[in-house]
């Protein structure tokens, strides 16, 4: 019955946003707590909402200052000579722009981190996207495939959830799926290649002593006052500074941020009337954060009402004895779909081990359950699932819709995961 309630629960969620009928906040909201009533967790419903917004504060008050961060490194001139060389390179060719997206995020994302990833290279590319008139939706389905094929790294949240799950080590979980992640870094660059000869076709290749400036001059103004040239070397080093501290983990994430924003914000402005700049970043603390807090309301009832731990516990007595020796490949090609249904920690947590148990009575390795998963379960899936804040960030930066976004680029992530499951199968890291 329970697992039912969450079936019809996530159902009902996934069609309201997906027709547009409600929006994804008030979906996020409403329809858990509907179907809690319907299951008679009333009296609950309250803690289990409070805990989901425990455990999402911490990334909420991150975003909001990295948010302001890297809004005022914007304001303060900090991209423009990157944007500027950047665009000097491409000479306006839509499609190296693509291709460099791709490229710039494989290399960003080697820190694990997608709202940093995602904060850093749409607040580097939005820019050049917006001057040349490009597709956002490019732009924000290109930095999605990328770091989800980057977040199947060890110190990634996906594959340490799946070698903390089956007690494993990193080589026995990721080292054999190497080759099969290197499969997907060229397969987003085959995709950013196709993607970025379309806008090619469409836009043509643009001057940058005529067309660039042009498209300059129709861009909305620039607000000169606020650039810092003079501090520009002073913000490069304090944002190295604070990616290397976000690496290594010197303290906490949100009070990384925190600390980095007050610092560039009273060097860089340093009387209060010139901080009232803040204020041109609030749209998008607010679209994100009330998404990231909405979204703890929906996992806190989820979990708290044991929908999610019904739904694996039903899944996988579904599965007929006949295909158990397949669950390796079944495993792998559902694992980026099912990114849109269940939370990391439900799934590496709660499927992953009835998966592996299941798997090892068919005498599969259970270890190659945990590759499996990871070739999709919030790697490839990640950047598309409505139940994780980074999507939120990557949609909220580039401002396009949820629905827009996975529309546009659900069919490459699913067949980044399909590459990367033909090549496990034939370097034997997974197995029929």
């Given at each position: 019955?329970?697992?039912?309630?969450?079936?019809?629960?996530?159902?009902?969620?996934?069609?309201?946003?997906?027709?547009k009928?409600?929006?994804?906040?008030?979906?996020?909201?409403?329809?858990?707590?509907?179907?809690?009533?319907?299951?008679?967790?009333?009296?609950?419903?309250?803690?289990?909402?409070?805990?989901?917004?425990?455990?999402?504060?911490?990334?909420g008050?991150?975003?909001?200052?990295?948010?302001?961060?890297?809004?005022?490194?914007?304001?303060?001139?900090?991209?423009?000579?990157?944007?500027?060389?950047?665009?000097?390179?491409?000479?306006?060719?839509?499609?190296?722009?693509?291709?460099?997206?791709?490229?710039?995020?494989?290399?960003v994302?080697?820190d694990?981190?997608?709202?940093?990833?995602?904060?850093?290279?749409?607040?580097?590319?939005?820019?050049?996207?917006?001057?040349?008139?490009?597709?956002?939706?490019?732009?924000?389905?290109?930095?999605?495939?990328?770091?989800?094929?980057?977040?199947?790294?060890?110190?990634?949240?996906?594959?340490?959830?799946?070698m903390?799950?089956?007690?494993?080590?990193?080589?026995?979980?990721?080292?054999?799926?190497i080759?099969?992640?290197l499969?997907?870094?060229v397969?987003?660059?085959f995709?950013?290649?196709?993607?970025?000869?379309?806008?090619?076709?469409?836009?043509?290749?643009?001057?940058?002593?005529?067309?660039?400036?042009?498209?300059s001059?129709?861009?909305a103004?620039v607000?000169?006052?606020?650039?810092?040239p003079n501090?520009?070397w002073?913000?490069?080093?304090?944002?190295?500074?604070?990616?290397?501290?976000?690496?290594?983990?010197?303290?906490?994430?949100p009070?990384?941020?925190?600390?980095?924003?007050?610092?560039?914000?009273?060097?860089?402005?340093?009387?209060?009337?010139?901080?009232?700049?803040?204020?041109?970043?609030?749209?998008?603390?607010?679209?994100?954060?009330?998404?990231?807090?909405?979204?703890?309301?929906?996992?806190?009832?989820?979990?708290g009402?044991?929908?999610?731990?019904?739904?694996?516990?039903?899944?996988?007595?579904?599965?007929?004895?006949?295909?158990?020796?397949?669950?390796?490949?079944?495993?792998?090609?559902?694992?980026?779909?099912?990114?849109l249904?269940?939370?990391?920690?439900?799934?590496?947590?709660?499927?992953?081990?009835?998966?592996?148990?299941?798997?090892?009575?068919?005498?599969?390795?259970?270890?190659?359950?945990?590759?499996?998963?990871?070739?999709?379960?919030?790697?490839?899936?990640?950047?598309?699932?409505p139940?994780?804040?980074?999507?939120?960030?990557?949609i909220?930066?580039?401002?396009v819709?949820?629905?827009?976004?996975?529309?546009?680029?659900?069919?490459?992530?699913?067949?980044?995961?399909?590459?990367?499951?033909?090549?496990?199968?034939?370097?034997?890291?997974i197995?029929?």
């Amino acid at each position: 019955m329970i697992a039912l309630l969450g079936l019809l629960t996530i159902g009902t969620f996934l069609f309201l946003i997906m027709t547009k009928r409600v929006s994804v906040l008030v979906s996020l909201v409403l329809v858990p707590i509907l179907f809690g009533l319907i299951g008679g967790f009333g009296r609950d419903l309250g803690n289990m909402m409070l805990e989901g917004l425990i455990q999402v504060a911490p990334t909420g008050i991150m975003i909001v200052f990295a948010i302001l961060y890297f809004g005022l490194m914007l304001d303060a001139g900090l991209f423009d000579p990157m944007i500027a060389k950047i665009v000097a390179v491409v000479k306006g060719d839509p499609l190296k722009i693509v291709i460099g997206t791709a490229l710039l995020t494989l290399v960003v994302h080697l820190d694990g981190d997608g709202a940093a990833t995602f904060m850093i290279t749409i607040s580097a590319l939005l820019p050049i996207y917006k001057k040349l008139n490009m597709n956002p939706l490019i732009l924000s389905g290109v930095v999605g495939l990328a770091a989800g094929v980057m977040n199947m790294t060890p110190w990634g949240g996906p594959t340490a959830r799946a070698m903390a799950t089956l007690d494993a080590e990193a080589s026995d979980i990721f080292t054999p799926i190497i080759p099969a992640m290197l499969g997907g870094m060229v397969w987003v660059l085959f995709v950013a290649y196709i993607l970025g000869k379309k806008e090619q076709r469409r836009l043509g290749v643009l001057k940058i002593d005529e067309d660039y400036k042009m498209l300059s001059e129709q861009a909305a103004a620039v607000d000169e006052s606020a650039k810092r040239p003079n501090l520009f070397w002073f913000n490069v080093l304090l944002t190295l500074a604070l990616l290397v501290s976000l690496i290594v983990e010197l303290l906490p994430m949100p009070v990384l941020f925190l600390v980095a924003f007050v610092v560039a914000l009273f060097i860089n402005y340093p009387h209060p009337k010139e901080q009232e700049r803040l204020t041109n970043h609030a749209s998008n603390i607010i679209v994100v954060c009330t998404m990231i807090f909405a979204a703890g309301i929906f996992t806190g009832v989820l979990t708290g009402t044991k929908m999610i731990e019904e739904m694996s516990l039903s899944l996988v007595s579904i599965i007929p004895d006949s295909l158990g020796g397949y669950l390796p490949v079944l495993v792998a090609v559902t694992s980026m779909p099912l990114s849109l249904v269940f939370t990391p920690d439900a799934y590496y947590f709660g499927v992953l081990p009835i998966l592996s148990e299941t798997a090892a009575s068919f005498g599969v390795n259970p270890h190659e359950i945990g590759r499996a998963a990871i070739l999709g379960q919030m790697t490839t899936g990640f950047p598309l699932s409505p139940l994780t804040a980074s999507t939120f960030i990557l949609i909220g930066l580039t401002g396009v819709s949820l629905v827009d976004h996975q529309k546009f680029i659900f069919k490459w992530a699913f067949g980044t995961t399909l590459v990367m499951t033909v090549l496990a199968l034939f370097t034997g890291a997974i197995s029929i």
